[in-house]
């Protein structure tokens, strides 16, 4: 009798995994990220350290599309410009550059511009300016974690997601 109830059990959890599966794919909207003049941003780093800003900013928006967005519908953003929480401070010659951050005039902020489609319709497209000019102060963490890379730039994009497009299912 325990090895029907444990084969039923199975079952009932194998069932319920296609199901959240087959829920999440309902919602699995594209997203495409393109930088746009990435050498003119007012500080987003040089090199690879550019490169990692724009990898980590890319794969979090697509995280929230595949999170918010139906299946059939396709976000395009334009990153206009990017300016990462705090300021950099040349430290000794022997440390790399530290990035301090006072709560003052170096909250973040990301210029964009977007276009949502679903098939070839547009169904809205815009130019935003986002900022968090409270951003020491908390707030929602939307799932990060404090200690993860370009966490102030994630939650306050985070949070416009939520309010352009609808919350994360």
């Given at each position: 009798m325990n090895a029907l109830r444990s084969i039923q059990a199975g079952i009932a959890t194998a069932l319920a995994g296609l199901w959240l599966v087959g829920a999440q794919a309902a919602l699995a909207g594209q997203v495409d990220v393109n930088y746009l003049k990435a050498d003119q941003y007012t500080d987003a780093g040089r090199g690879s350290d550019l490169e990692q800003v724009e990898y980590a900013l890319t794969a979090h928006l697509r995280k929230l599309g595949a999170a918010s967005l139906p299946a059939n519908q396709t976000l395009s953003i334009e990153v206009l410009d990017i300016d990462l929480a705090g300021?950099?401070?040349?430290?000794?010659?022997?440390?790399?550059?530290?990035?301090?951050?006072?709560?003052?005039?170096?909250?973040?902020?990301?210029?964009?511009?977007?276009?949502?489609?679903e098939g070839d319709k547009v169904l809205s497209t815009a130019e935003d300016a986002v900022a968090d000019m409270a951003y020491l102060f908390g707030g929602r963490s939307w799932g990060l974690h404090q200690s993860e890379s370009l966490y102030y730039e994630k939650r306050m994009l985070s949070e416009w997601f939520a309010k352009r497009f609808g919350p994360a299912h």
């Open positions: 300021d950099i401070r040349p430290w000794r010659r022997v440390w790399p550059d530290v990035r301090v951050m006072r709560g003052n005039t170096d909250w973040p902020r990301i210029s964009l511009r977007y276009t949502l489609r």
